[in-house]
């Protein structure tokens, strides 16, 4: 059974790493989830996101979400930022797409750019 | 939608846009009476009779993004298919209180789905609001709540803590499972 004393454990643990949290200046992954990203498959790819970033231990990195940016066919929209760095967008998101941008391009710097938006106009 | 679950994640994102700070989610499913119940109620900035009366029409919207808004129309749709209905009540400053109905059997009721992950997804999107979340089968009840949460981890600790998520998503799951008689 989970009890909320475990909580209290939790929360002596965490205490110590929280202050590095804080200060995050690294990447921010922005997930689109208005109505249209969710129809087209927003949570899963979020939750594969949270995973891919809580098992590599990426403490510098927020992920977080935007509602409709307006290209509701182009659904799931990834939106990565990296300090100093335009803004990539990546469409049509899976799970599996997802896993090889926090991979490759927030751990290693190399955009995936045949997921990125436009990359089917090439 | 493939799931309820995604209903309900997209229309609590409303309520957040409306600026709630407190959104309770109830799933209430009778078997007796062959209902499924589904509540979003919020405190958030509300609508008047007017708003209230022309949301369900999908060309209604107070975004700018996008000329037509959708997520109210899919669910009303869902819950009339399963001869059911959606009920809205709302009032300006106050809140909102979405309300749908469908029936329990129905072929065409799409699964409840994941509603962890929906959790899960909400309270990661949205650090400062409380969310209440309570699941009843027949009689039986299982109830989540943020407030307690914080609580327990005191100030420093966010919820979007990865060991904090951890414990949420089995604390979800474990209650579900023991709701529906240990199967997930
Ligand atoms: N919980 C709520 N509180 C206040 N206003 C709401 C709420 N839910 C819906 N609305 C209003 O109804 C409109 C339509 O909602 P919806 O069908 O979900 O489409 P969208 O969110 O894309 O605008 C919203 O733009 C908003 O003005
Ligand atoms: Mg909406």
Known sequence: MKTLKELEEIRKRTLETINVRKDRTGTRVVVGMATCGIAAGARPVLMSIMDEVKKNNLADVVVAQTGCIGMCRLEPIVEVYKPGEDKVTYVKVTDAKALRIINEHVMQGKIVEEYTIGAGDK | ?184
């Open chain 2, 1 to 184: 939608m493939k799931e309820l679950a995604l209903h309900i994640l997209d229309l609590a994102q409303n309520s957040i846009t409306a600026n709630a700070d407190l959104v309770r989610i109830s799933v209430d499913e009778n078997l007796t009476q062959d209902t499924l119940t589904i509540s979003i109620e919020d405190n958030g900035y509300g609508m008047d009779e007017k708003q209230v009366d022309k949301v369900k029409d999908p060309f209604v919207t107070s975004r700018t993004s996008r000329k037509v808004g959708l997520g109210i129309p899919l669910m009303l749709a869902a819950c009339q298919r399963c001869e059911g209905d959606l009920r809205i009540e709302s009032q300006k400053n106050v809140g909102t209180k979405l309300i749908a109905t469908f029936k329990h059997s129905h072929i065409d009721r799409a699964p409840l789905g994941n509603m962890t992950d929906t959790m899960i997804s909400l309270i990661i999107g949205a650090e400062n609001i409380n969310f209440v979340y309570i699941h009843i089968i027949n009689q039986e009840e299982f109830c989540f709540d943020t407030r307690e949460i914080r609580q327990a981890l005191g100030e420093v600790v966010p919820l979007s803590e990865p060991d904090v998520l951890d414990w949420i998503k089995s604390y979800i799951n474990e209650g579900l499972s023991n709701l529906r008689g240990g199967v997930l």
